[in-house]
């Protein structure tokens, strides 16, 4: 159980700003990304990791929340 909380830990999630497909998923706008902090980063400007952005999608009525694993 452990294992899986520090998994769980490593994970950002990020507001997706524009819709765009990563490894065959497609994401759109509003929806919320939670990802690995370098899968984040290497997103650029497609996603805004601010809390306030993140907080915003997750207000909406029905927000989408999608991990991305990395093998």
Partial sequence: MTSKKEKTDTMQ?????????????RYESDNIIEADPNVIKNLGSSVDANQSAV?????????????HLTK
Avoid: E, M
């Avoid at 907080?55 to 991990?67: A, E, F, G, Q, R």
């Fill in 13 to 25: 999630r990020a507001r997706v700003l524009g819709g765009f497909t990563l490894n065959g998923v």
């Fill in 55 to 67: 907080d915003y999608c997750l207000s909406l009525k029905d927000p989408v929340i999608k991990k």
